[in-house]
């Protein structure tokens, strides 16, 4: 392997795993993922993606909303909530009044690439609809229950779950050039109303970041069961940044990769 510069992170223990970590020097075997796997992979891949998708359409809100003078952060903001409409996908940007009840502050309505400008309204005379409600209180009751955020600026994603209800995905938005952050990545499965948490996952707790200088590659060892596959999260980083990913899981080696899961050599 021909990198210039390789920086290696140790993740250690991810809470909830009961199997050993891998050591960082045992022996990393080459194979093929088995079928199971690689129908897991196709369903990570696409979760990964979908990931990016909702916090790119966040970033153009936001962008959009400066180019009307509208400078974030705001007071009282309480995040985007992101929806898909017959004219496009529609990112509104919830605000809370002091007795924290939540109104759409500002909608910004994205059309396909290529089909025209964004469209912004500051204050839109209308109530959130029920899954617009029902999402913002799924963010807010992830936010209540995630105490590992390093007083960092964070992204929030809010995906449809299991049982009608919501996949709440936290982790740190990069605030300084030059560099990236690689934890914590959190996961809350939160109830179709939006108000009761029913499980968490820590893809990494740890406040941890990494220089953008030349590398080619960097490398996390993680904490993980031994059958585990690369996560959402991943394949989310490997987009964003974007740099290639290798992870040492079970003895075995991934590289994740422009949003794409591949097995990996030693």
Known sequence: MSVRSVLILALVAVAGCASEPPKANAPLVARAPSAGETSAIARIETRGRAIYRQDLVAQRARDALAVQ???????????????????????????????????????????????????????????????EAAMYRARQTALANADELCGAAFGTVILPGADRGWEVYLFPESDRSKVIPLGPLLRFDVSADGGNLLSTQKYSTECISMADDDADLYVKLEGRPQDEL??????????????????????HLWLVENGRIKPKGP
């Open 69 to 131: 003078g509208v400078a974030m952060p705001l007071p009282d903001v309480g995040g985007w909530v992101v929806t898909e409409r017959p004219e496009g996908t529609r990112a509104s940007l919830f605000v809370e009044d002091a007795d924290a009840n939540a109104h759409v502050g500002a909608d910004v309505l994205l059309p396909a690439p290529g089909k025209g400008l964004p469209e912004v309204i500051l204050e839109p005379q209308r109530a959130p609809d029920p899954a």
């Open 230 to 251: 690369p996560v959402p999260m991943d394949v989310f980083l490997s987009l964003t940044y974007p740099k290639p990913i290798m992870l040492a899981t079970g003895g």
